[in-house]
């Protein structure tokens, strides 16, 4: 089962979670990212580690960690540069991306792994508006595919080199987060998308650009939103969702055990809102 919360540990994650990680010091990157993708393989995952600088470099990050440094010269674990896998300043094609970690992923199976780990500084792609926004676009992308795939990440930011409200923006596309992050989390199901957290006065302009960046599938007629893991969500949040299943055309499921949020349907008199347990 995948999880969703707030945490501050990288250890103990499935082999398809999705934790977004942001960082001011690189050194605590660097710690947070051995012990992750050392989890991963002692899970049977192949690892890989993405971050600024070039081969030498980066092997250098994982040296401390025998684990990792005897994964790197058998070949279970790898590292990659960021400036060789991309042009750092430019924006990402959201499904491009997802289409590489998918054939990498298939390949970790091919070769005898139980799935791919991936721990990657994605910093310097989204300085810019653009690059964050087509970034979002493609963290829930990649998200569902990992409901399905033995892929798991940790997409890091450093905090200091980004504009306000960028960490926050992201954080909101993970069902993961570290402390301080975002005060919800939006991301894939099987059959739609979840929400975990508080959308209140706060975060009034970033559910609504969560659920455009998303772009949620509808199934059936129906955009299924599990809201068991909300803990509030007041009538802006709700119209926004409202607003988003009317877009597709589609009538809003939600799944909550809490009756205060049929009852807000009600007072507020949505229609093609359905409350489900």
């Not at 499904?95 to 998918?102: E, L």
């Not at 500084?121 to 300085?127: F, M, N, P, W």
């Amino acid at each position: 089962m995948r999880t969703s919360g707030v945490t501050d540990v990288v250890v103990g994650m499935s082999s398809s979670d999705h934790l977004c990680w942001s960082f001011d010091d690189f050194a605590e990157f660097q710690a947070r990212a051995v012990e992750f993708l050392a989890d991963g393989l002692e899970r049977g995952q192949r690892a890989c580690y993405v971050a600024r600088g070039d081969a030498e470099e980066l092997t250098g990050h994982l040296a401390s960690s025998p684990v990792l440094a005897a994964a790197l010269r058998d070949g279970s674990a790898e590292v990659i540069s960021l400036e060789s896998r991309y042009r750092t300043g430019s924006t990402v094609s959201p499904a491009d991306q997802v289409a590489a970690y998918a054939e990498a992923t298939r390949a970790a199976l091919h070769d005898g792994f139980t799935g791919l780990r991936v721990a990657a500084d994605a910093t310097a792609l989204v300085g810019s508006p653009a690059s964050l926004d087509a970034f979002c676009r493609y963290e829930h992308l990649i998200d569902r595919y990992m409901t399905g795939s033995p892929f798991s990440a940790m997409c890091a930011y450093r905090r200091p080199e980004l504009p306000a409200g960028t960490v926050e923006q992201l954080a909101s596309m993970h069902p993961v987060t570290n402390p301080h992050g975002a005060p919800f989390r939006l991301h894939a199901t099987a059959d739609g998308i979840a929400l975990h957290g508080e959308v209140d006065r706060a975060s009034r302009d970033l559910l609504p650009l969560a659920l455009l960046r998303a772009g949620p599938s509808v199934n059936g007629g129906e955009l299924r939103v599990d809201a068991t893991g909300l803990r509030f969500i007041d009538h802006r949040g709700l119209l926004a969702l409202h607003d988003c299943a009317r877009s597709h055309a589609a009538t809003l499921v939600l799944r909550s055990e809490k009756a205060a949020l049929a009852r807000l349907v009600s007072i507020l008199g949505l229609e093609n809102v359905e409350c489900v347990r």
